[in-house]
């Protein structure tokens, strides 16, 4: 089935911590238990990020702000029975193409490292490690939140960099 991704709509938040929550639950397969407490699906709508998804009613969603000048994407998530269908490269393709058309130079994200789905997924995808000393204020200050959170506890996690359009 193809699920065209769009823009959310208001009538979808509602909605889209239970997929986040069943993404999730693929990662317990590998040891990773995230702690209670908000989505960042729902954390994102209250900053009023850019959430588009797949589907109608949505399977998948991904969430993008601006941080450091640049587009960054802080989740996608792809309910868990629906995983490895092609969804979440949809999503990251729009969210690519998206921030094309904005102009931003490229895409940043943090994830864990070697998770078949995290760092391999996305290199495979154009991404690579972003060196500590090419980190603007922004991301530096989503890798103190991310510490302070516990999130680096549940395993390596790394800053990586997709450039957008001529290197």
Same mark, same amino acid.
């Given at each position: 089935m193809d699920y065209e991704v769009r823009p959310?709509?208001? @009538?979808? !938040?509602?909605g889209l911590p239970a997929i986040e929550n069943s993404?999730? @639950?693929?990662? +317990?397969?590998?040891?990773?238990v995230f702690p209670p407490g908000p989505t960042v699906v729902e954390q994102m709508a209250e900053l009023e990020s850019e959430i588009v998804v797949a589907g109608d009613p949505p399977v998948g969603f991904a969430a993008v702000q601006e941080v450091d000048g640049a587009t960054h994407l802080e989740q996608i998530a792809v309910r868990g029975d629906l995983a @490895?269908? &092609?969804? &979440?490269?949809r999503l990251l393709e729009v969210?690519?193409?998206?921030? $094309?058309?904005? &102009?931003?130079?490229?895409?940043?994200?943090l994830t864990f490292r070697n998770v078949p789905w995290n760092e391999p997924w996305?290199?495979?995808? @154009?991404? $690579? +490690?972003?060196? +500590?000393? =090419?980190w603007g204020p922004g991301? =530096?200050?989503?890798?103190? $939140? +991310?510490?302070? $959170? &516990? !999130?680096h506890k549940l395993g390596p996690r790394l800053v990586m960099w997709a450039r957008i359009g001529r290197p």
């Open positions: 959310a709509r208001p @009538g979808d !938040l509602p993404a999730d @639950g693929m990662f +317990e397969q590998v040891g990773i @490895g269908r &092609g969804i &979440g490269v969210v690519m193409a998206r921030a $094309a058309e904005t &102009g931003s130079a490229g895409v940043s994200l996305y290199a495979k995808h @154009g991404f $690579a +490690e972003l060196p +500590e000393e =090419r991301i =530096r200050s989503y890798w103190e $939140a +991310e510490i302070e $959170a &516990g !999130l």
